[in-house]
Structures are given as C-alpha cells and as structure tokens.
C-alpha cells in the first residue's frame, strides 16, 4: 500500500505540473515544487514574467488555487509564486522559447544554435538540445546540438543535470524540443582539485613551507639549460682549438 501511495503522489505532481504549464506557458512557466507543511500544502511556482501568474488583482492566482483544491484534491493550497533569476539556465523556459521561435519559421539550426550560446554565455557547464519530429521534410528526423561537458549516464546525470520539454505545432507535424542544462555551479563528485607544490626549508631547527611557483621554476630550468648549453659550447671551441694545435705541432 505504501509504494501505491507513493505512485499517486508523483502521478498527481505530475499532472499539476501538466496543468501549471499549460496556464501559465506565456508568463515563463519554470517549474514547480510541492511542499506539505502543518497548514496544508505549498505550492511554489517558478516564472519569468511573476506579475502575469498573480494576474490583475490576484485572479489568476486565486482561480489557479480553485483548481489545485477541487480538481486535484490538495488541502489548502498556497501557491507563492518566485521569479528565475536567470531564465537562460532553466531548461522549460529555454524549451518553450524554442518552441516559439520554431512556430515563427525560422530553420531549427538557426534556433538551436542562438538558444546554445545565450545558456553558454550565462555560465552553464554544458547544454544539450534535441529537437526531433519533421523537421526536414515528410520524414521524421532528430537532430541533436551539443556544446560545453554534459553527463549522459549515471547518477550525476539525474541528480546534476536539468531536463526541459516542450512541443512545437507545425504544419508538417509536432515537433519535440528536449533541452538539458549543466548548471555552473556544479561540482561532479569525479572533480579533482591540484594542489600546488610545496618546498620544506628548515631554519634554526624551524619547519617553514613555501608554494613553488611554477612559472618561476620553469623560467629557472630554461636558463639553467642555456647556460648548459653555452658550457657545452666553450668546452666544443677548446677542444676544437686543442686539436687545431696538435696537428700544426705533427705538421711541423
């Protein structure tokens, strides 16, 4: 029984999920959390544009929690609405931007490509986009566009990285628009950190460490070796003058 209720649980955030994005898909929609609490139950509602989820005096949102309470079964639904911060790293809004430029006719490399480098240039690690349907002529196609590290597979893909969807209603069919971000801050538990060297110097019986630069070491390595090599060419002339002399001396 409690795996069923389990089922049920994510069946119903799903379909709410389905329902927000349909309402709320020209405000920005960015997603949603579900938050039981001991007053009844938060919804928090992500969006880029705020103002047109709350609507002109907090209609929509009141016709939105109508529908939370006797449609869905949710007791007492408080919907607090957050606006994304930085829309070019969340991957629904990302989705449906695409979805719109597509449905104007622009070519989808066009749009893949723009929509890359606008999350690239927010700062993501590495940014995915999969638009698949026909998009070349009568038969289907997918094209994938792919830029930055991304992870495909394991476990830092479901916990680190960002899915979107979104569809494009074209003439020649529905298109399927599939956008994965790896926000900036994330740090792969694969990550390896160097650490510079250090030199251990004694001094009156005291330990004192000290970073080696590298560029300094380096610097000093190369002028060791030219003057090794300069070494190498007096030593080369004397030995050359020495053998100069020896054969006047058998010469004469």
Same mark, same amino acid.
């Given at each position: 029984?409690?795996?069923?209720?389990?089922?049920? /649980?994510?069946?119903?955030?799903?379909?709410?999920? /389905?329902?927000?994005?349909?309402?709320?898909?020209?405000? !920005?929609?960015?997603?949603?959390?579900?938050?039981?609490?001991?007053?009844?139950?938060?919804?928090?509602?992500?969006?880029?544009?705020?103002?047109?989820?709350?609507?002109?005096?907090?209609?929509?949102?009141?016709?939105?929690?109508?529908?939370?309470?006797?449609?869905?079964?949710?007791?007492?639904?408080?919907?607090?609405?957050?606006?994304? /911060?930085?829309?070019?790293?969340?991957?629904?809004?990302?989705?449906?931007?695409?979805?719109?430029?597509?449905?104007?006719?622009?070519?989808?490399?066009?749009?893949?490509?723009?929509?890359?480098?606008?999350?690239?240039?927010?700062?993501?690690?590495?940014?995915?986009?999969?638009?698949?349907?026909?998009?070349?002529? +009568?038969? +289907?196609?997918?094209?994938?566009?792919?830029?930055?590290?991304?992870? =495909?597979?394991?476990?830092?893909?479901?916990?680190?990285?960002?899915?979107?969807?979104?569809?494009?209603?074209?003439?020649?069919?529905?298109? !399927?628009?599939?956008?994965?971000?790896?926000?900036?801050?994330?740090?792969?538990?694969? +990550?390896?950190?160097?650490?510079?060297?250090?030199?251990?110097?004694?001094?009156?019986?005291?330990?004192?460490? /000290?970073?080696?630069?590298?560029?300094?070491?380096?610097?000093?390595?190369?002028?060791?070796?030219?003057?090794?090599?300069?070494?190498?060419?007096?030593?080369?002339?004397?030995?050359?003058?020495? +053998?100069?002399?020896?054969?006047? =001396?058998?010469?004469?």
């Amino acid at each position: 029984m409690i795996e069923k209720d389990f089922v049920q /649980e994510g069946l119903r955030r799903t379909r709410i999920d /389905e329902y927000l994005e349909k309402e709320l898909e020209r405000a !920005g929609y960015g997603g949603m959390e579900v938050q039981i609490t001991p007053l009844g139950t938060m919804v928090i509602v992500y969006a880029e544009r705020p103002g047109m989820v709350i609507g002109r005096g907090g209609k929509n949102v009141r016709a939105i929690t109508q529908t939370l309470k006797t449609e869905f079964g949710l007791d007492n639904p408080q919907i607090e609405v957050k606006e994304v /911060e930085v829309p070019e790293l969340n991957p629904k809004i990302m989705a449906y931007k695409i979805s719109n430029m597509l449905q104007r006719g622009m070519h989808f490399r066009r749009v893949a490509y723009s929509t890359i480098r606008r999350i690239m240039g927010a700062g993501a690690q590495g940014v995915e986009v999969t638009i698949s349907g026909k998009i070349r002529g +009568s038969r +289907s196609a997918v094209a994938k566009f792919v830029e930055g590290y991304i992870k =495909k597979c394991g476990e830092p893909s479901i916990r680190f990285v960002e899915e979107g969807f979104a569809t494009a209603e074209l003439k020649p069919g529905v298109l !399927g628009i599939y956008v994965r971000i790896m926000p900036p801050e994330t740090v792969l538990p694969d +990550s390896v950190e160097i650490l510079p060297p250090k030199m251990i110097i004694e001094e009156d019986g005291d330990v004192i460490e /000290e970073e080696i630069d590298v560029e300094t070491e380096e610097v000093i390595e190369e002028e060791e070796i030219i003057e090794e090599i300069e070494d190498l060419d007096e030593l080369e002339e004397v030995v050359e003058e020495e +053998s100069t002399e020896e054969v006047e =001396k058998d010469d004469s």
